[in-house]
């Protein structure tokens, strides 16, 4: 068929969203404008009685001429030419017009694998694929293929002996899912100090509740853990457990950059390095430190995803952030990703008199037993403070101090009754107000459905939310969601914005669409804009000024005056006793390995941020 239509060695990759395509509203217009169906005894694209009336696209018959695609007023269709030898690197199809996967991250015993790309692009269903939960099709839709036709089909590849030993029960599998918040639904009885006795296979149970800083949350019942408490709970259960295969998949979600780090040196220490071992994350600086070796995902989220070959860490996340990768020869990003230093950024904000929107001296706070100290500091109108330090510390609580929501007990604002908008940490995907994004952004604010006005612009579109709006809330990932939720936040009217990690869930490449859109967003309204976050290159790329909070959870919380990054950055990781340098190519932060010589330089110095 291919060289009856004129094309040669190309295969087409056609996929529908069908949650977000809706023909009884469009007037189907991929079926009316397809030229094969005008020119030709034959269709490329129909409505299927199997699809409830929704469309299929004939990949065999499709020219992708890119009408269907620009015609369908929902961005529910995408058609992808990639060459025909591709398709020998078949690995899953999830159905007709679905996402197709080519290839697998290398199972290598010994080393630990870090897996790097965007969302939707196959990276946790390769590490189903892998965890052996799912059984890879190749391509094949009718039936089910058995296990020793993929063992044939992998035969003479470096694959063939892992998932042979994978298919012959030899292999015991942990996985430390993606989504921690599922957790309770399973494990619905028991304290943490119950489940973790119940699984500690390798007799290391004091000394990985020491290393992740356990002790305080031992007591406490499953169904009560909060995100961050569960995520180190999902973690410590998956290095108790005595396994020839450990896939972590998002370790540092909910996080924040204290337990980041301990969570990094707990794993870098105490997994089994004669293991097969495979960790998948958006954090640079976490991959760069505890990989040996790094993958990298491309393609096209939602219609396939490849995976590059194994490169050293840092070559790899250098590969990833110019956007070339020199083994394949493709470039998977038209711009290259750089880090830039923050000492030039202070010459903006020198304090004039109509730039400075508040001033506070030292407050302090008392409220349920917890005591908030703040050191005195101001905010100028247009600028990005970032606010860092454990949680439970005050964070939240000194901004609504400043928007006039609470009075401290001592001290004063020169605020009076200023409106935020605040996205929250945890995001609910259930509404009384409105079910689809469409209608939830456009309960906020009418304008940021408009294609031509300013708010969908900066915002809806570059966040990428666009693609969103026919989707019911219900239906969106949790990078999805979260992407609505800072879209939500921003596009409101407001004095403050103040954002609560909004790196969560989302990859790289949309951690700087956001970081982007936030420095917009404070420079359009000349408003402060304050972003609490864990992710130390997302802090590192996208603020102006930090903030720095300390003390004891729960009980006290002392938060530092904005300072410049690099200086309030060095103070953090001093107290951590942990040094970061800078690449010399990319700019981009990474951990000195302790007592390296850079380490130690670094600590003589007292430079624990960077050499300047």
């Known amino acids: 068929m291919n060289k009856l239509l004129g094309v040669k060695s190309m295969a087409r990759v056609a996929t529908i969203d069908y949650e977000m395509c809706h023909p009884d509203r469009c007037g189907i217009p991929c079926v009316r404008f397809c030229p094969i169906n005008k020119t030709k005894p034959y269709k490329a694209i129909e409505l299927s009685e199997e699809k409830r009336g929704k469309p299929v696209i004939y990949e065999e018959r499709c020219i992708a001429c890119g009408i269907c695609v620009k015609k369908c007023p929902y961005r529910a269709l995408s058609v992808v030419n990639l060459p025909e030898e591709v398709e020998e690197h078949l690995i899953h199809r999830y159905g007709q017009n679905a996402f197709k996967l080519y290839g697998l991250p290398m199972p290598i015993e010994g080393k630990i694998v870090g897996i790097l790309g965007p969302n939707g692009i196959g990276k946790s269903t390769a590490m189903k694929i892998l965890s052996g939960s799912l059984t890879p099709n190749i391509g094949r839709l009718d039936s089910e293929p058995s296990k020793e036709w993929i063992l044939e089909k992998f035969r003479g590849s470096v694959y063939y002996d892992y998932f042979n030993k994978l298919y012959q029960d030899q292999l015991k599998i942990v996985q430390k899912i993606q989504y921690i918040e599922l957790v309770p639904r399973y494990i619905r009885r028991g304290s943490v100090d119950e489940v973790l006795k119940r699984v500690d296979e390798r007799g290391m149970y004091r000394e990985v509740v020491e290393s992740l800083h356990m002790n305080s949350m031992l007591t406490k019942h499953i169904s009560t853990l909060s995100g961050g408490e569960l995520q180190k709970l999902s973690i410590a259960a998956a290095l108790l457990r005595d396994a020839n295969v450990y896939i972590f998949d998002e370790p540092t979600s909910f996080l924040d950059i204290r337990e980041r780090l301990n969570a990094l040196m707990t794993l870098d220490r105490l997994l089994p390095r004669n293991s097969y071992i495979f960790i998948v994350d958006h954090d640079l600086m976490f991959l760069d430190y505890i990989a040996d070796l790094v993958t990298i995902a491309f393609g096209v989220p939602g219609s396939y995803g490849m995976?590059?070959?194994?490169?050293?860490?840092?070559?790899?996340?250098?590969?990833?952030?110019?956007?070339?990768?020199?083994?394949?020869?493709?470039?998977?990003?038209?711009?290259?990703?750089?880090?830039?230093?923050?000492?030039?950024?202070?010459?903006?904000y020198v304090a004039k008199s109509g730039d400075v929107m508040f001033v506070w001296n030292r407050l302090l706070k008392q409220l349920n037993g917890f005591t908030l100290t703040i050191e005195p500091g101001q905010a100028y109108r247009g600028e990005v403070v970032g606010i860092v330090g454990p949680n439970a510390i005050g964070k939240t609580t000194f901004v609504r101090i400043l928007v006039g929501e609470l009075e401290p007990d001592a001290g004063y604002t020169t605020s009076t009754a200023f409106k935020m908008s605040y996205k929250p940490q945890y995001l609910e995907r259930k509404r009384e107000d409105c079910s689809t994004v469409a209608e939830c952004l456009k309960g906020v604010n009418s304008d940021a459905v408009r294609e031509d006005s300013w708010l969908y612009i900066e915002v809806v579109k570059r966040l990428g939310a666009d693609r969103l709006l026919s989707k019911e809330l219900d239906a969106l990932s949790g990078g999805e969601l979260q992407k609505f939720y800072i879209a939500y936040t921003l596009i409101k009217d407001a004095d403050i914005y103040l954002l609560d990690e909004p790196s969560s869930h989302i990859d790289v490449e949309d951690q700087l669409s956001v970081a982007r859109v936030i420095k917009r967003i404070a420079r359009l309204r000349r408003c402060p804009v304050f972003v609490i976050d864990h992710n130390f290159l997302l802090i590192d790329y996208s603020v102006d000024r930090l903030m720095v909070f300390s003390g004891t959870p729960g009980r006290e919380g002392y938060g530092s005056a904005p300072d410049s990054v690099a200086r309030a950055l060095n103070s953090f990781l001093k107290s951590m006793n942990i040094t970061v340098r800078r690449d010399p190519d990319s700019g981009r932060p990474r951990i000195n390995k302790p007592e390296s010589y850079l380490d130690r330089q670094q600590k003589a110095l007292e430079q624990y941020f960077y050499i300047e």
């Open 307 to 348: 995976f590059s070959k194994v490169y050293t860490a840092k070559a790899g996340i250098d590969h990833y952030l110019k956007g070339f990768l020199p083994s394949e020869n493709m470039r998977i990003r038209n711009e290259e990703i750089s880090f830039k230093l923050h000492e030039a950024r202070e010459d903006r």
